[in-house]
């Protein structure tokens, strides 16, 4: 049973659109949710990150809103660009370390 | 600046064999993690190590083992492998701090037939 769950499992958006991916977990221990950015033959990377005592945190095209009360986030890609095509992660942890719990993943690909 | 290294990148095994997937980085991090990758499953934690001679098991850690004896090493030992072990295996590190960032290797993939 997965304790994050992660939808769509892909996504086509054309260039200068919005993506949006949506994650949804059980756990309220969670405190600490992470989205990881991976290229084709790379690892994951850490994109941006945020913590429940904000409901959203922007760091250039990439937004996170988040829903404590719904247990529920999402990350927004606005404008998007062929250069954001990868694997996208969500995540969660609890208090006690770095032990993370990911979603299923989506697969984003901006068309020209 | 290397950061996490894995080899090897690719290994096909026979159902049976064993074999170690090898993980350093040179980032002094306490932690360290294994997962695998699959399809619509995500990562998911194989075993982690919190420091040199600490080890503890993650969401799947079954036909899996792992040892620490050095901050830069981490290798995961398949005993006997078994086609569901057929994945993408990723070690990662952090410093032992609160949410620290996780640095993934680049991958080994491997196929067990």
């Known amino acids: 049973q997965q304790q994050v769950k992660q939808s769509p499992q892909s996504l086509i958006v054309q260039k200068g659109g919005i993506s949006i991916i949506n994650c949804a977990y059980e756990?309220?221990?969670?405190?600490?949710f992470p989205w990881y950015q991976q290229f084709p033959g790379k690892g994951p990377a850490l994109l941006i990150a945020?913590?429940?005592?904000?409901s959203e945190k922007k760091e250039g095209r990439f937004t996170i809103s988040f829903n404590k009360s719904a247990k529920q986030f999402s990350l927004h890609i606005m404008d998007s660009q062929p250069g954001d095509s990868a694997t996208y992660f969500c995540?969660?942890?609890?208090?006690?370390?770095?032990?993370?719990?990911f979603g299923g993943g989506t697969r984003v690909l901006v068309k020209p | 600046n290397a950061g996490v290294t894995q080899t090897p990148k690719f290994q096909v095994l026979k159902t049976g064999q064993s074999m170690t997937l090898q993980c350093a980085q040179d980032?002094?991090?306490?932690?360290m993690s294994w997962y695998r990758q699959d399809p619509g499953m995500g990562l998911r934690l194989i075993h982690y190590?919190?420091?040199?001679?600490?080890?503890d098991q993650g969401e799947v850690p079954n036909g899996y083992n792992v040892s620490r004896s050095t901050t830069e090493d981490f290798p995961l030992r398949l005993l006997s492998a078994a086609p569901s072990q057929t994945s993408v295996y990723f070690c990662?590190?952090?410093?032992?701090?609160?949410?620290?960032?996780?640095?993934f290797g680049e991958g080994s993939r491997l196929t067990v037939l």
């Open positions: 990662a590190s952090s410093e032992q701090s609160l949410h620290g960032e996780l640095f």
């Open positions: 756990n309220t221990a969670f405190d600490y």
């Open positions: 945020i913590r429940p005592d904000v």
């Open positions: 995540a969660a942890s609890k208090a006690a370390g770095n032990k993370l719990t």
């Open positions: 980032m002094n991090h306490e932690y």
């Open positions: 190590s919190v420091g040199a001679g600490i080890t």
